[in-house]
């Protein structure tokens, strides 16, 4: 089982940054691959960035590349999601996630979730 706390959400001037911070409770953190994902009003929930256990391996949403940073620190089991360069269009509810698979991208291989922290970018 994983609990999982969101924190860091907020307003943003566009070009901005924002980092979003995700606590894990218990001691299994490390053998879950941890996610971001958002949804937008009106649209479905879309991939951000994912990590894998070990955090060597990370993948991010074309959208994003290059301006996001995914990040994890085990022994605090904590991941973090730094955010630059933003624009309005990444205006969302951001989750955290974890999933016990040894990759996953899809919101549906995820198994736990955070319960969302807004982030809005204004122009």
């Known amino acids: 089982q994983v609990q999982l706390v969101e924190s860091g959400g907020g307003l943003v001037q566009a070009g901005g940054s924002l980092r979003l911070s995700c606590a894990a409770s218990g001691r299994t953190f490390s053998s879950y691959v941890m996610g971001w994902f958002r949804q937008a009003p009106g649209k479905e929930r879309e991939f951000v960035a994912t990590?894998?256990?070990?955090?060597?391996?990370?993948l991010y949403a074309d959208s994003v590349k290059g301006r996001f940073t995914i990040s994890r620190d085990n022994s605090k089991n904590t991941v973090l999601l730094q955010m630059s360069s933003l624009k309005p269009e990444d205006t969302a509810v951001y989750y955290c996630?974890?999933?016990?698979?040894?990759?996953?991208?899809?919101?549906?291989?995820?198994?736990?979730w955070g319960q969302g922290t807004q982030v809005t970018v204004s122009s």
């Open positions: 996630a974890a999933s016990p698979r040894g990759w996953a991208t899809m919101p549906n291989e995820y198994d736990y």
């Open positions: 990590i894998s256990w070990s955090g060597t391996r990370r």
